[in-house]
């Protein structure tokens, strides 16, 4: 059972999950020496799992059903086993605080069938196709009735919080806008005119930027929280990922993909999380991805003030990325 809770006075939440107490704990390695025939992501495991809620296979969009679980498939969308949330979610009542109960959508995106494969391996099909997956899946969830914001992230290594190895992303749909996006909005209210674009314009060709293709710049962030912090953000001003078309999909998936290739080739098996940030019905919000490496880990002046001392300038990261093998 899972419960949304309000903060004591502040527009801030928390979830309350049990359940997810009970779920696995991630090998310790991510390589081919840890392959496992148990592994119930790979290919020929479909049972092992919840059924599907979506297989694109061949360019189909399939399901699952109890009587066949589809096979061959090219990326597998399945309801998280240990989910944050629940769409069936019972209700909850506390005499002295404010809560909901915990009704929303946890999804885990599959994104290839091979234990061994790695994003920042993708072929250009194999990455267009998981940035169209990323796209069907937020436009489905966001379109259920009471959910507010889709949050869709990958954990990339057990530091980052991945409870598997075998490559994935998460999505949870939830029915309340996340305070750290209020925030956000707020401010961005508040100038004349969009701050992102502003940045695309001051950091394009500049010392902080790592890569740039036709339709999407990669930066290491003049304000880094993390060592080897990454920002992508388009060039031009989109609010969602339903704005974007097959090629800025592609185009986005390109930069991803360069960007965790990057932090690989710099850090290899280096934990990661990254991060879609975007608001469907709000057009002056400026849809970006934010990628963090874990290379330590928040103490007690970042969890008392929020303010995350960086060892690594984000001018000097950038020459790291890029140094040559």
Not at 20 to 25: D, G, H, I, L, Q
Not at 34 to 59: I, M, Q, W
Not at 89 to 111: R, W
Request: glycine share 4%.
């Amino acid at each position: 059972m899972s419960e949304i809770r309000k903060h004591y006075f502040l527009d801030e939440y928390c979830i309350i999950a049990s359940g997810r107490a009970k779920r696995p704990s991630a090998p310790k390695a991510c390589g081919e020496e840890s392959k496992s025939a148990s592994c119930v992501f790979c290919k020929d495991h479909e049972v092992e799992t919840p059924l599907a809620n979506a297989v694109y296979r061949n360019g189909e969009i399939l399901k699952d059903t109890d009587e066949q679980r589809i096979r061959g498939w090219d990326v597998r969308c399945i309801p998280n086993l240990y989910p944050a949330l629940s769409p069936d979610a019972p209700a909850v009542e506390h005499a002295a605080f404010e809560v909901k109960n915990g009704y929303g959508f946890h999804e885990v995106i599959i994104e290839n069938p091979l234990h061994e494969s790695r994003i920042h391996l993708f072929s250009d099909e194999e990455i267009l196709l998981l940035m169209k997956v990323y796209r069907d899946r937020v436009m489905h969830y966001q379109s259920q009735e009471g959910i507010k914001y889709v949050s869709l992230f990958k954990n990339w290594g057990k530091k980052a919080g991945a409870s598997l190895e075998h490559t994935h992303t998460q999505l949870i749909a939830i029915p309340i806008m996340p305070s750290s996006v209020t925030k956000e909005k707020k401010a961005m209210e508040e100038l004349e005119s969009c701050p992102y674009c502003k940045i695309v314009e001051k950091e394009n060709g500049k010392e902080r930027q790592v890569y740039e293709n036709d339709d999407f710049i990669l930066i290491s962030p003049y304000f880094s929280r993390v060592p080897y912090e990454t920002w992508i953000l388009p060039k031009q001003h989109v609010n969602h990922i339903s704005a974007l078309s097959d090629e800025m999909l592609l185009s986005l998936g390109d930069c991803i993909r360069t960007a965790v290739s990057l932090l690989d080739r710099t850090i290899p098996e280096l934990a990661y999380n990254y991060m879609f940030f975007q608001v469907e019905h709000d057009l002056s919000y400026h849809f970006n991805i934010r990628i963090a490496p874990v290379t330590s880990i928040a103490a007690g002046f970042e969890k008392n003030t929020d303010i995350y001392i960086n060892s690594m300038p984000p001018e000097i990261a950038v020459q790291h990325l890029l140094e040559k093998p």
